[in-house]
Structures are given as C-alpha cells and as structure tokens.
C-alpha cells in the first residue's frame, strides 16, 4: 500500500503473463499497486463492514470499493470532499474505485423517473428525492476522490428482453459520452490524472449486443480500464461464461478488465479464466454475516450446523488468515449461533483472505504456467469430485 | 496476561498503598495478577462484545468477566468444559471471573417460581425450562472453569421495602451456605485452589442490614474476596455513595471488594474512594452501540450530534488507544450515523480503554498519594465545573 508521491504517477496496466485467456499484470493507481487478478474488499458506506482498514490490507487487500450512492447520502460528497476526500476519510491509502451508484439507485432507492436526462430516485434512508444525471455522478466521485471511478450506466435486470437491452445500451453510451466529457471537465488544472473513469459495458447476454457495446464504446475514447457489468444479475452459469469469452475475444488486452458483482470462490475462478482481472462481491462478508464460510476442502459451508458444536479444528486448517491461526469452529459456531458481531467480524476476515489469496495463488500460477492444472484441482477439491463445469481450453 | 504455571499459584491480595479509603493492591489469580483498582471487560457470552481476545489484551484488559446464565444456555456449559473450559474456549488466558447468572434470572428470564431451593426460569432464547440452585450454579460455573465464581444470590429490585431485602438477605444467606459446600466439594481432588468463590453481599440502602449481611456472611468462611451486590440498581446516588461507605468499615481489608454493575466513569472513580477495587459494567460496551463515548475534557457525549460532522480531532485527545490515534470524529461519527458495525466496535474499545486506564491512573495516584487531588480535578474537569459530588475526605 505505497503512499501517494509528490508527482502523481500515470495509471498503467502491465500484462505480465498469460495462460489460455487468464492473465497476470499490475494495475498501477496513483495510490499504489494493484497486482491481478485481484478481489477488490466492497466497503459500501466507507468501511469494509466490521473491519478496519489495518485489518484490510493485513488480508491482502490492495484496492477497495466505496458505494457513491450510499455516501453521497451519507455523510454527503461535499463531507467527505472537505475531509480530505475518502483515502483520507476511511484511512485507507490504497487505491480505491467508487461505483457510479447506478446499480444502487436501480436496485434500493425508490425510482420515480428514468429518462434519458437521468435518474430521480428517493433515498432508502429518508425518501429525500434526488436526480442522478452522468454529470452529477461524475462531480460526486470527483468530491470523493476516488482512483478509479464508475461511469452511470443503465443495467437492465435479469432476464430483460432484447428490446429493452438494446435500449439501456444506448442509453449506457449517450451517458457514458456526457460522463467522459464532464469528467475530463473535471480533471482539467488537477496536477495530473488522478482519477481515471471506467466505462461499463452492457448487453446482457445477448453476444451480438455485447459486441456492439464493446466497439462503440471502445471507439469513444481511450479508456484506462473497463469494467463488464449486467452480469450475476440471475442469468445461468452457462450465459454468463459464454458472455465473457464473446467479451475476451472483443476487448484490447492492455486494459485492466473488471467484472462486477462476481464473486464466490469458483465463479471468480471460472471468470479469471475467462480473461478477468478485477472482481467486487458483497458475498464474503454478507455470508459471514449468516455463518456461512469457505473452506479448501468442504466448500461453502454454513458453521451454524450442530457438527460444528465441538469441532476444534481451524476453520480451514490450509489458511493463514488471523482467525484460522487464533480460533477453532467450536468457538466461531458459538459466535455465529449466539450473534456475536465478533463471530461476523472473524468469518469476514476469512471470507475476505479466502477470495484475496485465492486471486494471489491463480496469479502465481498463471505467472509459472500451471493455472490450468491447478484450477481444475482446486475446483474439483472444492465442488467435490463432480466439478459440473471444466475450464476452457482445459482441453 | 502471564500463563498458567504447572503447580497452579494460590490466590493472594496484596494491598500495596491506600490513601484515605482508596485502595491499590494486586489480586492474584491462577491465571495472573490484576493490579487494582482495576475495570473488568464484560464478555457476557465468552466475548467482549466485538472485540477479540488480543485486543481486550492490547487496551489493558486483565480480567474479563463471562456470564453463567449465558453460557449455560448457549453453547452449554458440558460443551465449554468439553472444549477445554472458558480460558481455551475464548482464546483468553487471563483472569476470568463468572458472574452467578442470579442477575439473569431474575431480570432476563420468565420467572416461573422462586422458592429456597432455587429459582426455576425459562430461557430468553427458547422458553426451555430449567432451574437453578445454589448446587447446580457451582457445578456449572465449574465446568466452565473461570478464576472467579460468584455465590448465588436473591438481588431484590432497587426500591424494594425492608422486610423484601430482610428476606432476600436471609435466602442469600441460606444459598452461600450450600454454594459454599457444593464449591468445597467440587474442588476435593483438584491439584491446587484453581476456583475462588466470592460470596455477594446485599442489603440493599439499609445500613442496617448491610451491616448484618457482612458479619453473617464473614462468619461463613475465609472468602479469598467478596462482592457487593445490590447496588447500580435504581437507588440514588448519595445512598449508593453512604452504603459504600458503611461496607468500607465493616469488610477486611486484606480481601478484594468487587462492586457489581459500576460503572460509569466518575461512579467507578467515586467507589474507588470509597474503597472498592474491581467493578464490572456493560456501559462501555452498550453506550458504544449508541454512538456514546466519555472524553476527558467533554464528559459523555453521544457522537451522532451534527457537531461532529467535520471535526477532524481525535475522539479524546489524550487517549492512546487505537480509536484515537487512528481515526477523527467525523468518520466515527458517520460509522455511528449510518449503524456499521466498524463504529461500535471502536468506541468499544474507546470507552474500555477510557474505563481501564482511568482505573490504572488511581492506581498510580493512591501509590504516590496524589489520589485526591487528583480526582477532584478529573472529576470537575470531566463534569464541568459545578461537580456535584465531592469525593469523601477531600475536605
């Protein structure tokens, strides 16, 4: 987690070694390295729930994610503008990418009209009524200060249908370009680029609308970075892999590919395979949440189960993480039965390792040319001996 | 937090410096000393609430208290004897002291019936029934294993009449006298004393009483320390203070005196003066989930005021613990605000540390006898300047 130097250093992306489609590089961020493929820790309203950020970057996490929506609520953009923007804030001197609050004004506020002007929507907390335009998201992640921000984007739900698919990807472009031009606006008289803008590409699962999503928005600019969204929206396993190797054969390799909203432990995997780099979910710490864990050897697993009562054993005897090396499942069972907060917090520290040193060991293995081997052992390993879902070119 | 030795160390109190009645010595438990005054973390179900084991440790924690009640429900005290007992159980190899669960019983469970058997209740969880007598309180505090267990005892609501705490005293009384024989029992063929047994005291406000319970119960046994209980319950101050005082003449001094339920910080600092020497509460941890913390210069605060908003100072400047050297007001105040876990979680350790280190500081003070200046000018600082109660002595 390198501090921030004087002359900010451009972004770049360093491919360093591919296998197949997957890939190894390091994103570099004005506020440090991102080597991937990497989980980035969701801290929604400026904190990883129940951890701090020492514990954060003691797990290994290098980037973090903090939800527009939720702090442009609160404590307000121009709050955290004044406190010296979120690295300051939240004490995490890593990078940071924000969302553009799209997915969340979609999917918890209440709506009250989508044009093509923006989003008005009433906030979850006290039904205040706010517009989301491209601009206005832009000027919120700009007083956020985030490294890497999120263009507003229209994600259509799950199982939309083509019409309405092949609407929202228009509409994604008309405010991606209103999105670009502000934020450029923006950026001008900043020392240096501090900030760079990741579009999100749409089209559901339809191959040919992804394609056309990916050259119209390739052709609108050079993009340090691209993030694959309208995917883990409920589609089947089957659409979501085909979709992202249709977006692997379409997207320049120099750009950082993030996927949003992915995920458990084999789908990150199957998606780094795919030619992934970048990976957000809520899963690690929602599941822990509800004493649901991974476990090398067992899968996901929920510590709630009365086998658990008197199991001394490491939650997962291979990993090195805080609560693996300190307490046994008999204990964190208790913790999770009774609803301790601890019992959430130490099943998150895990979860969170779980994904991080798992995008850490795909990386090595990529690097030494044994991803392929390796991931068809550990998914077998971890999905039992009936892995339903062999990796591609694992010819 | 020193280990335990193979032959086990009997329990001693050494009384190392006293100013006026206030007290500072060091209690030795089988599993280490703990220098008083001293504040006791409360882990009701085998965790302080949100924190882990190293970090009680870390804030200056020396012995936690665990609650019977608690544990015998969930996970069962038969599961934590299984595992090792309460000391291996939580991952703290401190001093710990079990509470009776009476406290419990009579105010978290439904009541069935009281009579001088015991008391039989049913769960808070699950409307189990179940009965608890002096007997079965002894054997489960056994199996739970703690340095410290508490006799069972009949505490009669604050503002019960004088015939009510006669006869609480006289159950109380009758209870002590079979807790102690079932505990002598228990411990015959245990390599050393590895359990010490306190007796609570009642009485309620009434001199009179009180100073019969302490004669009927110092004639029971050598008590290696003794509880006053009944206390913190809804009485006024000035009749808390008077009652301590009352106890301060009639126990030994070569025994610890643990106040049960105190307390907030200039309570606890009051009792101290008044000769007490460990004290449990839950304020820390419960006003913590409230967004309210103590700070030297302010008193009680509760953080979630929009003052907070931008203010970038620590939480209390003198405070060393992690909290304050790490964040500012404004970003604890948001975590409080929008109910993360992350924000009750550092006030916890805040306001435990406020309590810890304020105990250590009397210690200090009553060794080089500048205790009573010294807390008249905590005591005014922290209440402003018209403090209403001057500590005794302080003439």
Redesign the interface.
Known sequence: MPGRSDSIPPFSFTLEGTEGSARAGTFLTPHGAVPTPAFMPVGT???V????P?EVAALGGSMVLANTY?LFL??GHD?VR??GGLHA???WDGPILTDSGGFQVFSLARINRVRDEGVEFQSHIDGSRHLFTPERVMEIQRALGADVVMAFDECPPGGADRDTVTRANHRTLLWLERCRDRFRALAEGSPGPDQALFPVLQGNVFDDLRLQQARDVLGMGEWVGLAIGGLSVGESKEDMWRTLEVMDGALPPGSPRYLMGVGYPADLLRAVARGCDLFDCVAPTRNARHGTVWIRDEGQVNLKHARF??D?RALDPECDCYTCR???R??L???S??G???G???LTIHNLRFLVSMAGEARARILDGSFEGWTREWLERYEGSGAQDPVPGAA
């Open positions: 309203q400026g904190t729930k129940t951890l701090t020492d939720h609160r404590p709050a004044e406190l804030f939240m004490r009562k008197l001394t300190r307490f046994d008999a204990y069972r208790h913790l039965v009774a301790e907060w601890l959430h917090r130490l």
